[in-house]
Nanobody, 122 residues
Framework: QVDLVESGGGLVQAGGSLRLSCTASTRTFTPFTAYSFGWFRRTGGEDIVRVAAITGNDNSANYFPSVRGRFTISRDNAEHTVFLQMNSLNAEDAGVYYC????????????WGQGIQVTVSS
């Protein structure tokens, strides 16, 4: 069983937009609002950063500084889906994006998606 499935990645020109989706298993993440979700990016090597995160209880969101104002994380609790709207993309945004989840109040993810590639062309 795959708990988190990402979609929406691909190739985009610099300045363009992409919307990533993460569909979460209803079997695993019930109640959905008990979980926080985040998007992480890996760019070469082993470096990985948390790009954005959103809590389950109050939809509080936070962002990595370089994406603040350009990226928006949101969630549809009824559809068990989390989104990452990415605007004004640049080369530094490229990488493999992972959806991750953890119980509200915890610090580190317990669940990871398989990742999806985002490529930004100049």
């Amino acid at each position: 069983q795959v708990d988190l499935v990402e979609s929406g990645g691909g190739l985009v020109q610099a300045g363009g937009s992409l919307r990533l989706s993460c569909t979460a298993s209803t079997r695993t993440f019930t109640p959905f609002t008990a979980y926080s979700f985040g998007w992480f990016r890996r760019t070469g090597g082993e470096d990985i950063v948390r790009v954005a995160a959103i809590t389950g209880n109050d939809n509080s969101a936070n962002y990595f500084p370089s994406v603040r104002g350009r990226f928006t994380i949101s969630r549809d609790n009824a559809e068990h889906t989390v989104f990452l709207q990415m605007n004004s993309l640049n080369a530094e945004d490229a990488g493999v994006y992972y959806c991750a989840a953890w119980a509200n109040g915890l610090l580190n993810p317990d669940f990871w998606g398989q990742g999806i590639q985002v490529t930004v062309s100049s």
